[in-house]
């Protein structure tokens, strides 16, 4: 194409150009995204606050609720701003700014996620040495390595992002998301681009197995103990993470697998809010309806009974 351009604004899709289904999607993302809030923002709050819950287990679960209050914070304040303003512009550094951080946020989330199977899977299947393996300076080192991880896989994903010359400023969804500015780019770096998102998929492939593994061998020890409370116990701490795991890579797949299936630009909104609401939203809820202990916490700072 010719019309190559240095972009100095993006313009993002709308879920509506009817001015009372704008402010309709406006009051929906805002009771969305205050429960996302609220719920992470509690989750924080009880494991700092409540000297019980200074584990390994929830010292990570924190860091998730820290990686779910960064994500879904990059994506829905711009989009309600827009169909409270009835606009759809975003500044070029605003979308690197998404692109970046978003990315940051759920790359750490994923590695967050596989090294609390890790933990689990020492607590049940080697607890006499559990806190020597898990100790003070292992969970810090592993959460730093998260966070350290997603940092550095996305500088250079969103520097061969916007090393792309874009042949259109349209993006084809209602935040700036890496494969749309892909499809608008007009340089031969989309191929470096497209490589890196053939090794995401690979490293979250491996650690899906490493997951899926590692549960193999913690419900083959749970089967082990001899009592039913025992068992029903390992189970509350578990099961938990694996539904957020499972809803995570699933709501992750769909990002993925949306270029093959060639979906409506519609579809791809309602995808989007999916992998990028729904997780967020409904991780303090499986944790504290999952969890005694977190109920137990959440219910002294609440002061109730």
Not at 272 to 279: E, G, L, N, T
């Amino acid at each position: 194409m010719t019309n190559q351009t240095s972009m100095k604004e993006f313009l993002l899709l709308e879920f509506s150009d009817v001015r009372e289904l704008q402010i309709t999607y406006f009051i929906v993302f805002l009771v969305l995204y205050l429960s996302a809030i609220t719920g992470n923002l509690l989750i924080i709050s009880v494991v700092a606050l409540d000297h019980h819950l200074h584990s390994p287990m929830y010292f990570f679960l924190m860091n998730l609720a820290l990686t779910d209050l960064g994500s879904v914070s990059v994506t829905i304040p711009k989009s309600m701003a827009n169909s409270l303003l009835d606009t759809r512009l975003i500044s070029y550094s605003g979308c690197v700014t998404q692109v970046y951080f978003f990315l940051v946020f759920a790359t750490s989330d994923f590695t967050l996620l596989t090294v609390m199977a890790h933990d689990r899977y020492v607590a049940i299947c080697n607890p006499l040495r559990y806190e020597m393996i898990m100790n003070k300076g292992a969970c810090i080192h592993l959460a730093a390595g998260a966070w350290i991880t997603g940092i550095l896989y996305v500088m250079l994903h969103t520097g061969s992002t916007f090393a792309m010359t874009f042949c259109s400023n349209i993006v084809d969804q209602f935040f700036c998301e890496v494969l749309q500015l892909v499809k608008i780019s007009c340089s031969d770096l989309y191929l470096f681009e497209d490589a890196l998102l053939a090794l995401s998929v690979t490293a979250a492939f491996g650690c899906f197995i490493f997951v899926v593994v590692t549960y193999v061998q913690i419900f083959t020890a749970v089967l082990k103990i001899p009592s039913s409370q025992g068992r029903q116990k390992a189970f509350s701490t578990c099961l938990p993470h694996l539904i957020v795991f499972s809803m995570f890579l699933f709501t992750g797949a769909l990002v993925y697998l949306r270029p093959i299936l060639h979906t409506s630009s519609q579809t791809n909104m309602v995808f989007a809010v999916i992998y990028s609401v729904v997780p967020p939203m409904m991780n303090p809820v499986i944790y504290s309806m999952r969890n005694k202990e977190i109920k137990v916490a959440m219910c002294k700072l609440l002061g109730l009974k």
